[in-house]
Antibody, heavy 122, light 110 residues
Framework: EMQLLESGGGLVQSGGSLRLSCAVS????????MSWVRQSPGKGLIWVSS???????HYSESVKGRFTVSRDHSENMVYLQMSSLRAEDTAIYYC????????????????WGRGTKVIVSS | EIVLTQSPGTLSLSPGEKATLSCRAS???????LAWYQQKPGQPPRLLIS???IRATGIPDRFSGSGSETDFTLTIRRLEPEDFAVYYC???????????FGQGTKLEIK
């Protein structure tokens, strides 16, 4: 069974840093692009960052320059290093997997972790 | 950037009725790269439909997706109690910068 398990969330002061981790199981991480999606309390879904199988990375404008996504195939892990955190970064962060092996299309998300909550206090 | 607008914001129906949810794009969605997700309280979203009309693994056939270019529809025929949730549409494609979600439609029990 394909699973994603996030960890690393918590309460942090504005300007601080956190590293989120996503443990991958049940599939070959190297075959798939992975992304992070966040959801602020009571709000909708917002794409944050993606990393391809070839390690190409992409970021939304709101986090570019502050967040860094990475992956470790040997450890079956995906990471999101977050720095210069702001109150508006408060959200549940979901690690998500593309539906199909990467083929040039960044696909729909078929597997979601349960999320890890980040609270940034001002 | 393509903006996805979902309507209605809230839809109140009874079990057994048919639900029709709309997702309108500000520009044409290439190759029908349009997905639908269901989210229940306290749970992560679940993929229902990709490619505008292809049901994901394990999704009941009462869920169907249709549409093209700028107008897409999620139809749920004969609503079951477990179908009452929030539904999001999402665009995807040749760049992750295309990953945008609609604002969601809440399907509630009448």
């Amino acid at each position: 069974e394909m699973q994603l398990l996030e960890s690393g969330g918590g309460l942090v002061q504005s300007g601080g840093s956190l590293r989120l981790s996503c443990a991958v199981s049940g599939f070959s991480l190297s075959d798939y692009a992975m992304s992070w999606v966040r959801q602020s309390p009571g709000k909708g879904l917002i794409w944050v960052s993606s990393i391809g199988g070839g390690y190409g990375t992409h970021y939304s404008e709101s986090v570019k320059g502050r967040f860094t996504v990475s992956r470790d195939h040997s450890e079956n892990m995906v990471y999101l290093q977050m720095s210069s955190l702001r109150a508006e970064d408060t959200a549940i962060y979901y690690c998500v997997k593309d539906e199909t092996p990467y083929n040039g299309i960044w696909d729909a998300f078929d597997i979601w972790g349960r999320g890890t909550k980040v609270i940034v206090s001002s | 950037e393509i903006v996805l607008t979902q309507s209605p914001g809230t839809l109140s129906l009874s079990p057994g009725e048919k639900a029709t949810l709309s997702c309108r794009a500000s520009q044409s969605v290439s190759s029908n790269y349009l997905a639908w997700y269901q989210q229940k309280p306290g749970q992560p979203p679940r993929l229902l439909i990709s490619g505008a009309s292809i049901r994901a693994t394990g999704i009941p056939d009462r869920f169907s997706g249709s549409g093209s270019e700028t107008d897409f529809t999620l139809t749920i025929r004969r609503l079951e109690p477990e179908d009452f949730a929030v539904y999001y549409c999402q665009q995807y494609g040749i760049s992750p910068l295309m990953f945008t979600f609609g604002q969601g439609t809440k399907l509630e029990i009448k």
